[in-house]
């Protein structure tokens, strides 16, 4: 989306979907190809946009599509990269708020596996992402939504 002056005004990051691994079977590779290439990559987008967003005195709004909280066997690095997430979230929030760039997290089955969710839960999915985008929901920052309970 783009404001009157034509400067992008928001960033949606959804990552990348990781193994269903044995924690102690997760190489170092592995580990870098995957959780730590995602959270790094998270960052940087969301890191430029805001040093963009702060060089024009404009505000912003970055969202990340996060997988759901998984702690079954086989889910370390999912679980690792939720927290990770949920704490850049909060940290960046505390930091760019004061610069008017909010930064939230939608955490959902439906961002972990788009493809084979009925249209009921992609539209909650995207209804929520407008919601959390738009300035109705102009005074929240730092969190983390969810919306698995689809009836």
Do not use: Q
Request: a negative charge.
């Amino acid at each position: 989306r783009f404001d009157a002056a034509g400067a992008v005004d928001l960033l949606v990051h959804a990552g990348t979907a990781l193994p269903v691994t044995a924690a102690h079977d997760v190489s170092p590779e592995t580990w870098r190809e995957t959780f730590s290439a995602d959270i790094d990559g998270r960052f940087h987008f969301a890191a430029e946009f805001a040093r963009r967003c702060i060089a024009d005195r404009r505000g912003g709004n970055i969202l990340l599509l996060m997988p759901p909280v998984r702690n079954d066997p086989g889910y370390a690095l999912a679980a690792s990269e939720w927290g990770a997430l949920d704490n850049l979230v909060k940290s960046l929030a505390a930091e760019w708020g004061r610069d008017g760039i909010r930064i939230n997290g939608i955490a959902s089955r439906t961002v972990d596996d788009f493809a084979s969710r009925s249209a009921a839960e992609k539209d909650a999915l995207a209804n929520l992402a407008a919601y959390l985008l738009s300035d109705y929901a102009a005074y929240m920052t730092g969190m983390i939504s969810g919306i698995d309970e689809i009836a």
